[in-house]
């Protein structure tokens, strides 16, 4: 088994062009507007322990909020410490509070402390352990860009009080959390200060899961939803609440790569596949309902009503490059790629202050009129149509902030003997085997250049993208045909090399598995690695009266339009309008009319819209 | 304003075929095994005023389950006393247990006098009003069938209090109900006595509606959802709940028809027009949401999560025939004739034994697999799949019963001069021009012959069904050429004559108006009345993989080969199946199969079964 390491973004500079875009924009615009919106609602407060002082009631899952918020500003100290002082100085301060707020037994949580001590480890949904790992993987942050472990002591300390009451003395009401995140970040923890206790304590509640269930108080969940239907060494399938699970199978990942474990390893291979072949959406969003905002049965992606939590985007990265980690298959960058082009950019407005917590596949507008006649506790609960700043279940913002500014750790992979690239994104990187740069418009053009003046693998590997028509190479300006294997190419060079890529990027259309009802009769457009959808300020309402004719593909005109974002229009043909609610099959007319698609990510930047990517199909 | 009659079932019988069949099965079977079921179910017990006894608990609307279904029996003692003799003697006992039970101030309502007296006529959800106006109908039929007025004087003194509560002391907690069908029970018991009295005290429940909107105690409706929305002479839209919405608009047409009242027409003929041209299901169900079991927007028409409830099937048709009653317009007939072979006929199994309270239009077994993973509080309510013999809320069977005992109502409207024919039903009729035989196969081979040996008017009218594709007429063996106009063929005739009239019976393919988002691309197949559907149990699973060319209509084969049915089979297309979940567009691939359509009335009726009306066409 491999334990190959992703480039970290401490070694990684995104130097130009799209990504570099998002990660400024993060950077600058999202990460102090999710804590403006933090310090409105009583986040950071919480965390003070000013509750008494104030009034203002934390709720259990603040200071995983709050714990995210600060592993992304430590991300970006580490890369640009100048820019974060302001940011940085508020975690010194809430640093502060939690040293003096922290138990003499170690328990640190501002919501049961404050509200509700008498319930400490005793309600299994009350997400203590899950923010507990949140601020696990924050001081890990903390400590690597500021050198500085106080935040880390704490968490030390803490983890100490969760082993005496799950593991030594057995305090707690139950074994192992409502909600996963603790597992991944204890081995993050025990990575990080070699301190075999943690590595321990992950295994401990990722052995026990799925064979203590116990009910929560506060929400019913069954042993399905809450992955304790089978323990993890008889996985098979994605079920339940999918950022849970998904998390849960990143802790699995960690063990199985940890561990050597080959077992581990081809339950989650069945779970990736059960995941990526029957319950994902063309966007790489998952969780299909709403209910249990989770996973369902196989082929249930209905797309006005997709839940695709945005912090799922994220968790399908966390797992997928764990995966990626273990061995070198393309599906998972395949996943990758699919994930940060579409439902990972759909999470963030264009102007980096909003975020969508679901992304759903269509917006029918008409849908929520019908809402109207309803009293709101009767409502249906659709999908929002505009992202907001904050949300009362606010995870996903700075989930967004954090995964960002750590963009840079999901590019190339450092492999035994060599560099392998998985991720087309601008950036200079330095290697093991030397400085590499990558430049690339790749979703524009489908092409990216790599580059070095001392690079001492003599060999490189690359990923094709699934999607790709031909890979065309130059190697130092002249045409090479690599080796190709299994979705990589394999190229041999010298110390100094330049290798430009061209992965024949053109626009087509996508049709899915016939058991998915949603999207049966349907196509969707893709242009490279970027899912498109239309859009009603394009294309008028009613966008289920459009059909397009898949042979029209070559009269696609491809326009650089929007917000520097290729535009595609062709022909296609609406329903004509009809008085009558039925009439005869063969009065039905329908007109030509040309139809604009936009990048899904983009969708609802211009006010609430009507949007569609499963496009009927003129069979 | 005309005030056309309809030839009452008491002159009809019923005399062959088709629709004799479920009259013969609605009264051996169906009446039997409510009965029973009721019995059961503690829905006798409960008018028998034994909660103190046996503390088996009613509920606030099972008297009117228990009206419904002796207003079916009385129905059946006239026209075949000795068939219900049985039957009788439980309506006996029942008519003595009401007349010791109820109050000296005439009030009568098992669950409010044994449960919670202290809140008579406090609470608008409670449902007694609606309770009383189904036992007025039940008593009105009573004393036509026997002669025996001991349960209509029991409802006489129930309307006293009544009109004390509600009229001349106002000591009632609000003005009008909270579900409609008081209203027109009153027009029927003025028709019946010719007490003036009972006509003020409709109009007056009728005058107030949509002016004092109050709030329901035990469950929230809004002003919308609640018919309050406007008032009577303002009603344009149909809205709220459907079963409501219709009994109240029938009160109104019957005050329109009473008072001459051609305002009130005009506003019902927008509200039917509202309905049929914008919220009816191709069935004739209505009823497109189960939040509050209602109207919602126009054109929003989901298939599997329909509504369209059974009663709003038998409202439809007491809407439909008042309206016809007050002018000769061929949609009224038209929606009837839809109602009558479709939502109405699919209410029961073809068994009579079982029900449906929703009548979806589409059944697709994986989603409801997907409620496997939810806890039964988080499940998304589906139609159930199989007909039940009783429900909780058991409206629907004993409705289903009062309906097929009265059919022969249904059937001609008695004008000024003549004799207008609305449904093509086998049955003998006596009409005030003479007697009447309609002999038809009409659902089968699209033709009826009508015939007299007295007939006096010397002309007859007929409406022409809508899927007609021309009028051919034979007059006494010789082709004839009617006047046609307005969807209505007028012949002249002697008093001794044979009309046999053949409308072209064909299948055709229906469209759906393209504002319709669940139908956009689809297409219903109808053979003359009847709308017909596909079953998993003939053609597999996943049936919406399977599209149909329009132009292969020439090519179906008719065969009378399920349950005397015709069965229509054809060539078709089903999407070939896929391993990947999504793929090149160009490489989807379709197999032709042939396809067995079976009547929609019919399906459920052999075990669980994914079905499908609306399927896909290619385009």
């Known amino acids: 088994m491999n334990q190959h390491r992703f480039v970290p973004f401490s070694n990684v500079k995104l130097n130009r062009g799209f990504w570099k875009d998002r990660y400024e924009l993060n950077k600058t615009v999202s990460v102090q507007n999710v804590r403006l919106r933090f310090e409105d609602s009583g986040r950071f407060d919480a965390m003070r322990f000013n509750y008494l002082k104030n009034g203002r009631k934390p709720h259990y899952f603040f200071d995983s909020d709050v714990a995210k918020w600060m592993e992304a500003v430590a991300y970006l100290i580490e890369k640009d410490p100048d820019s974060m002082r302001a940011h940085e100085a508020l975690c010194e301060e809430l640093i502060d509070c939690m040293e003096k707020a922290q138990r003499p037994d170690g328990y640190l949580n501002s919501e049961h402390q404050q509200i509700e001590p008498e319930n400490i480890f005793k309600d299994r949904g009350h997400h203590e352990l899950y923010c507990a790992g949140h601020l696990i ?108 699970a998904l998390y849960l199978y990143s802790g699995i990942a960690d063990m199985a790569l940890e561990n050597g474990d080959e077992t581990l390893y081809q339950n989650l291979e069945q779970v990736f596949e059960d995941i990526t072949e029957r319950k994902m959406y063309i966007t790489g969003g998952v969780g299909s309902t709403r209910v249990y905002e989770g996973f369902t049965v196989p082929y249930d992606l209905p797309n006005h009503t997709a839940y695709t939590e945005s912090c799922c985007a994220i968790a399908m990265m966390l797992f997928a490059s764990r995966m990626r980690r273990i061995a070198r298959k393309a599906k998972y960058g395949h996943l990758m790629e699919r994930v940060l082009y579409n439902s990972m950019l759909s999470s963030t407005s264009l102007d980096g202050k909003s975020f969508f917590y679901e992304n759903p596949l269509e917006i029918a507008l008409e849908e929520y009129d019908r809402e109207v006649a309803a009293l709101p506790k009767f409502r249906e609960r659709l999908p929002i149509t505009q992202r907001v700043e904050v949300f009362s279940c606010s995870c996903c913002p700075p989930n967004i902030n954090r995964f960002f500014a750590e963009l840079g750790s999901y590019i190339c992979v450092e492999e035994g003997d060599s560099i392998c690239v998985e991720q087309y994104i601008s950036s200079d990187l330095k290697t093991a085997f030397g400085n590499l740069s990558i430049f690339e418009q790749y979703a524009l053009d489908g092409k990216a250049t790599l580059s070095s003046e001392d690079y001492t693998a003599g060999k490189i590997t690359v990923r094709i993208p699934e999607w790709s028509r031909g890979v065309r190479a130059e190697l130092n300006g002249k045409a090479v045909v690599p080796t190709i294997c299994d979705g990589y190419a394999y190229f041999e060079v010298e110390k100094n090399f330049t290798l430009a890529l061209d992965f024949c990027i053109a626009p087509m259309f996508v049709a899915a598995n016939p058991r998915i009802r949603a999207d049966v009769g349907r196509v969707a457009l893709v242009r490279g690695p970027v899912v498109y959808c239309l859009e009603k300020a394009d294309n008028g309402a009613h966008l289920n009266q459009i059909t397009v004719d898949t042979a029209d593909l070559e009269k696609v005109v491809v326009t650089d339009d929007f917000h520097h974002l290729y535009s595609i229009s062709m022909p296609a043909y609406r329903d004509a309008l009809q008085d009558r609610l039925y009439f005869a099959a063969e009065e039905a007319k329908s007109t030509p009319v040309t139809v604009k698609f936009i990048p899904y990510f983009a969708f609802a930047n211009r006010g609430e819209s009507d949007m569609l990517v499963w496009v009927r199909k003129k069979a």
């Open 137 to 244: 993987e924050a001081a890990v942050a903390y400590h690597k860009a500021t050198g500085r472990d106080r935040f880390l002591k704490i968490m030390e300390r803490y983890c100490d009080c969760i082993e005496r009451a799950f593991i030594t003395e057995k305090t707690a009401a139950f074994v192992t959390p409502g909600h996963e995140e603790i597992e991944l970040a204890l081995y993050k923890l025990y990575r990080h200060t070699g301190n075999e206790k943690y590595k321990q304590m992950a295994e401990f509640f990722l052995i026990n899961r799925g064979t203590d269930y116990v009910e929560y108080k506060n929400v019913s969940y069954n042993p399905y939803s809450a992955q304790d239907d089978v323990d993890i060494y008889h996985l098979k399938d994605a079920n339940g609440h999918s950022v849970r």
